[in-house]
């Protein structure tokens, strides 16, 4: 069965810091990869998702995450934070299981200093 | 419609009621899953369907959940006598089915459920 550790329960940067948030996958072949974020009180919204083809993709607001199969790592990154991005982040990985159900980490939560 | 609508957005249960919780999805969405979002972690699945057939129920947590789907549009999730350990957001998503990972999912604001 496939895993998502996402190893940082919260991390705080300043606003306009570079920002990296980790996920660790375990699966046998090659997954299908996600980001989500989450507002409080509010739904999940896809960030960017990795199915095949170039490792490092880009999503919206400014984001883009690099696809390691040597590390099983698919790593959320963005050059400047706005405060706007403080909530929090789920990595999700989707795989066939009976299913496309997602599997998600735990989640990062994300606070931005002003 | 624009987007996955759920209702109620909250729900309140006194230990042992059953509630009913509703998912609109996305019009012309195959696929719809369910999730149970505990406090402070991630999503875990619970059922999907590929339109009205329930293919997949392998996570809900027993017996007193059910899920339908009866005219491959609108979902209900069910939850018969409802304990504290049920407390949790429930999220639904919906997804056009496609090929690649099953297509993108969609997810609905949650109904919030909190059992006392």
């Known amino acids: 069965a496939q895993s998502v550790t996402q190893p940082d329960i919260h991390i705080t940067v300043s606003e306009g810091a570079s920002l990296e948030l980790r996920c660790n996958y375990s699966?046998?072949?090659?997954?299908?990869l996600f980001w989500y974020v989450q507002s409080p009180g509010q739904g999940l919204q896809l960030l960017l998702k990795?199915?095949?083809?170039?490792?490092l993709v880009q999503g919206i607001k400014g984001f883009e995450a690099e696809f390691k199969r040597s590390q099983s790592s698919f790593n959320l990154r963005k050059p400047s934070v706005h405060w706007s991005d403080a909530a929090e982040y789920f990595c999700a990985v989707g795989a066939w299981a009976g299913s496309y159900q997602l599997t998600f980490g735990k989640g990062t939560k994300l606070s931005v200093i002003p | 419609g624009a987007g996955v609508s759920q209702s109620p957005r909250y729900k309140v249960a006194k230990r042992g009621q059953d509630v009913a919780l509703r998912c609109d999805p996305i019009?012309?969405?195959?696929?719809l899953f369910w999730y149970q979002q505990a406090l402070g972690q991630g999503p875990e699945f619970l059922t999907y369907?590929?339109?009205?057939?329930?293919?997949?129920k392998s996570g809900l947590p027993s017996d007193r959940f059910f899920a339908e789907r009866p005219e491959g549009s609108v979902s209900t999730l069910k939850i018969q006598r409802t304990q504290q350990e049920d407390s949790a957001v429930y999220l639904c998503?919906?997804?056009?089915?496609?090929?690649?990972?099953?297509?993108?999912?969609?997810f609905g604001p949650g109904t919030r459920l909190t059992v006392l």
């Open positions: 019009s012309g969405h195959v696929s």
């Open positions: 699966y046998g072949a090659t997954p299908y």
């Open positions: 990795y199915f095949s083809g170039d490792t």
């Open positions: 998503a919906s997804s056009s089915g496609g090929t690649s990972g099953g297509g993108e999912q969609f």
């Open positions: 369907f590929q339109n009205e057939a329930q293919l997949d």
